[in-house]
């Protein structure tokens, strides 16, 4: 049930989460969701059935030595982008330092915000702050996206 997405229907699907409590490894808006779950969820919306099993994982997954397994899921099912070209609805993996794996996702929704789901939170949109930049580590797009 593939269809094209825009980065405003993205955009929009992501921030119909706003307001989901945190929940680790959960994915229903309104009900539960953690950062990977927020980016499931847009996915489901927008193109079906999620392409493979997220599968179980730890809060401390990236540190002790799981390797770059959100980046490569990424991969298999999202577009790669330059850092330097992200745009309003692409997807970014952050990394809380450099060396470790990058284990945070969020939707960037303008030049200077950003929609995710933090451990303590809510999925909120908050500002794409010098902060998150330094962290940033890939950028994805949706496949079939369209301006």
Known sequence: M???ATRAAVVAEARAWIGTPYRHQASLKG???DC????????RTL???????????SADWAEIGAGERLA????RHLVPVALRDI?????LLFRWRSHLPAKHAAILSGPTKMIHA???TRVCEVHF???WQRRLAYAFRFPEEQN
């Open 47 to 57: 193109h079906g059935a999620e392409p493979e099993a997220a599968g179980p994982y």
């Open 31 to 33: 009900v539960g969701a």
């Open 87 to 91: 745009r309003s609805g692409d997807v």
């Open 36 to 43: 990977l779950g927020l980016v499931r969820g847009v996915w």
């Open 118 to 120: 933090h451990d303590g």
């Open 129 to 131: 702050t010098a902060w």
């Open 72 to 75: 490569n899921a990424a991969r």
């Open 2 to 4: 593939s269809r094209t």
